[in-house]
């Protein structure tokens, strides 16, 4: 069965779904979307990746407390990816390194990338989110 590119997708293949983060955890629903819908594809084995940029990156960082602002930590469930087989996961250098950020500040592990490797992550998708 071919794709509206023409491309063929043999039997039903996973496509790739990369789920660009962008904000902070909390303030905004964009950061629990992501992760509800990142779980939601991943049970439909979609072959799934998350990147994190700008502000997103505070998403991935250790120790949250969010019982001054009333709302859920939702951060642990970011340790249950790896459950759904969710193991790609990339920050980006700069954002990281902006907002005072390094690899043992996040909750998980993941690819610290710099743009243009980003930019070529996103390029191997068929479909990319922003959030």
Known sequence: MADENGNEN???AAKKFLYVNRK????????LESLEVVLIAAAFEQDVSLAFIGDGVYQLAKGQDTKALGVKNFSPTYGALEDYDVTKLYADGESLRE?????DDL???????NAQRMAEIMEQQDV???F
């Open 99 to 103: 907002r005072g950020l390094a690899a």
């Open 128 to 130: 990319v989110l922003s």
């Open 10 to 12: 043999e039997g039903g």
């Open 24 to 31: 902070a955890p909390h303030g905004t629903i964009y950061a």
């Open 107 to 113: 909750l998980v592990p993941v690819e610290i990338v």
